[in-house]
């Protein structure tokens, strides 16, 4: 089991906005990441650092802590953007990484 | 530009050995951890391990201390996951991914493609 937990799936209308949630221990002490995975492909770094976002992310990609919380905000979801979405910190030792579930984020 | 390339596809049958390659280029290979997450088919990603390059230090997930093991080749900037005594249940996609070292908090900002590995008799 995940010591990080994600809602399995989420869904948005076009152009609205989106939160992804990440729960887990381990994030009132960890800023969490996130990776965006689209079928096929290899997960790419949306979030680092609780918001910070790489080169190339869109600015409609932002995140947040809060408590044992994380969570991914897309402003204005785009129909790019629909993918599964995973959380992932240190986890509650800090000595190893643990995956959330994932989240499914369908646009409408 | 920074780019982690992995080796092909495999197919090995059960009980056999497999050693995926990840090399990277664009910098310097042993200032950045190199991590490994598996995919199974349908399913989300696991972290499996780290390793320290300058040193060779490794970090394994519970889930993945016995039969896996990481290594690496610093004079070709490569690193390597060997899995033994594969298992249907093995059967997946290996990513490599890159991290930094050290620092409280931790990502993954560069991607391999993936391997896959199949495990079928």
């Known amino acids: 089991s995940s010591e990080l937990t994600q809602d399995p799936a989420v869904s948005v209308a076009l152009g609205q906005t989106v939160r992804i949630t990440c729960q887990g221990d381990?994030?009132?002490?960890?800023?969490a990441s996130w990776y965006q995975q689209k079928p096929g492909q290899a997960p790419i770094l949306v979030i680092y650092?609780?918001?910070n976002r790489p080169s190339g992310i869109p600015d409609r990609f932002s995140g947040s802590s809060s408590g044992d919380t994380a969570s991914l905000t897309i402003t204005g979801a785009q129909a790019e953007d629909e993918a599964d979405y995973y959380c992932n910190s240190r986890d509650s030792r800090g000595f190893r990484l643990v995956f959330g579930g994932g989240t499914k984020l369908t646009v409408l | 530009q920074v780019h982690l390339v992995q080796s092909g596809a495999e197919v090995k049958k059960p009980g056999a050995s497999v050693k995926v390659s990840c090399k990277a280029s664009g910098y310097t290979f042993t200032s950045y951890d190199i991590n490994w997450v598996r995919q199974a088919p349908g399913q989300g990603l696991e972290w499996m391990g780290w390793?320290?390059?300058?040193?060779?230090?490794?970090t394994y997930a519970q889930n993945f201390q016995g039969r896996f093991t990481m290594t690496r080749n610093t004079s070709i900037n490569t690193a390597y996951l060997e899995l033994s005594s594969l298992r249907s249940e093995d059967t997946a996609v290996y990513y490599c991914?890159?991290?930094?070292?050290?620092?409280?908090?931790?990502?993954?900002?560069?991607w391999g493609k993936g391997t896959t590995v199949t495990v079928s008799s």
């Open positions: 991914a890159r991290g930094p070292s050290g620092g409280q908090n931790y990502y993954m900002d560069v």
């Open positions: 650092d609780k918001n």
């Open positions: 390793m320290n390059p300058n040193g060779g230090h490794t």
């Open positions: 381990s994030l009132s002490s960890y800023y």
